[in-house]
T-cell receptor, first 118, second 114 residues
Framework: AQKITQTQPGMFVQEKEAVTLDCTYDTSDPSYGLFWYKQPSSGEMIFLIYQGSYDQQNATEGRYSLNFQKARKSANLVISASQLGDSAMYFCAMREPSFSGGYNKLIFGAGTRLAVHP | NAGVTQTPKFQVLKTGQSMTLQCAQDMNHNSMYWYRQDPGMGLRLIYYSASEGTTDKGEVPNGYNVSRLNKREFSLRLESAAPSQTSVYFC?????????????FGDGTRLSIL
């Protein structure tokens, strides 16, 4: 069965430094997608970045980049130049294929709470 | 830009009561989803609708029913609420199955069952 593991319940980082949030996944399907979402204390889910299993390049979106190591089944999120507003829960998620042949469902990890210190 | 709108935002129920959580999206997305989020856990899929007219069970469907009313609206019903259903419920939508585009989430409904 597909599974997402985030082994860091909490992380601390100094403002303006970079931080890496870990995510490993398990799937037997060669086609899948990996997402990172941010959930601030206000509760909404904010999409950050996406990596497809067949993408040749690591995904980047502004200060966010995804360190995708397919052989190790890891998809770590790197936040460069941390800001106080980056303090939030971060969830890694994998889209798995559905039985109907489409890609419907997201499986989420338990999340990592990031605190950015001034 | 409304995106995904959920109502209500907060609700307190007594055990055994029923209620329906409403969700509407204005992005012309084909697929819609209901998740629950419990403390210390990620989101778990309750039900989803790949397209108008279809619904399927997710990881934790017991105690819930859904209705895909039209392309825009996807409701979640608790027929007889139980304390174990106390959670934050999120509705989400995406363009279609197979799309690399992300799911867009509503702001959530905080549901407490006494």
């Amino acid at each position: 069965a597909q599974k997402i593991t985030q082994t860091q319940p909490g992380m601390f980082v100094q403002e303006k430094e970079a931080v890496t949030l870990d995510c490993t996944y398990d799937t037997s399907d060669p086609s899948y997608g990996l997402f990172w979402y941010k959930q601030p204390s206000s509760g909404e889910m904010i999409f950050l970045i996406y990596q497809g299993s067949y993408d040749q390049q690591n995904a980047t979106e502004g200060r966010y980049s995804l360190n995708f190591q397919k052989a190790r089944k890891s998809a770590n999120l790197v936040i460069s130049a941390s800001q106080l507003g980056d303090s939030a829960m971060y969830f890694c998620a994998m889209r798995e294929p559905s039985f109907s042949g489409g890609y419907n469902k997201l499986i989420f990890g338990a999340g990592t709470r990031l605190a950015v210190h001034p | 830009n409304a995106g995904v709108t959920q109502t209500p935002k907060f609700q307190v129920l007594k055990t055994g009561q029923s209620m329906t959580l409403q969700c509407a999206q204005d992005m012309n997305h084909n697929s819609m989803y209901w998740y629950r989020q419990d403390p210390g856990m990620g989101l778990r899929l309750i039900y989803y609708s790949a397209s108008e007219g279809t619904t399927d069970k997710g990881e934790v469907p017991n105690g819930y029913n859904v209705s895909r009313l039209n392309k825009r609206e996807f409701s979640l019903r608790l027929e007889s609420a139980a304390p174990s259903q106390t959670s934050v419920y999120f509705c989400a939508s995406s363009e279609s199955p197979g799309s690399p585009q992300p799911q867009h989430f509503g702001d959530g409904t905080r549901l407490s069952i006494l």
